[in-house]
């Protein structure tokens, strides 16, 4: 997604692929996600989810359950001053050679990438 706003709730994105993100790739975007499942998605980086280029992702309720990355960031990459919230969220049996669940690149410069009350596991 470049340049776009979009909301899911309730969804399921599974065996999904992509170069970044497996599900979404987002590019000067804003993403919300509630009560949405990512689970057994590919990419190179990002297993599920590509944030990058000053992209806003927030996530309540969700679920990422085994999503690979062949490079970067089993369930999340995050890049090039972008910014992740997410709440109540579970990341288990992510895989990747660099950081398995979330991998956090030059975030964004005044917010913080923000995880309350997430579960990991097995990542």
Not at 26 to 37: D, P
Not at 105 to 123: S, Y
């Amino acid at each position: 997604m470049y340049k776009t706003r979009f909301n899911d709730t309730k969804s399921k994105f599974l065996n999904n692929a992509g170069a970044q993100g497996g599900v979404f790739f987002l590019a000067q975007s804003n993403l919300s996600l509630t009560e949405s499942k990512l689970n057994l998605n590919f990419a190179f980086d990002g297993g599920a989810l590509a944030i990058l280029q000053g992209s806003f992702a927030n996530m309540f309720r969700c679920e990422f359950s085994t999503n690979e990355a062949y490079s970067s960031g089993g369930a999340i990459f995050l890049n090039t001053e972008s910014y992740l919230w997410a709440a109540s969220t579970t990341f288990q049996y992510n895989t990747a050679p660099d950081s398995s669940a979330i991998l956090i690149l030059g975030g964004h410069k005044i917010q913080n990438t923000t995880l309350n009350g997430c579960t990991f596991l097995r990542n």
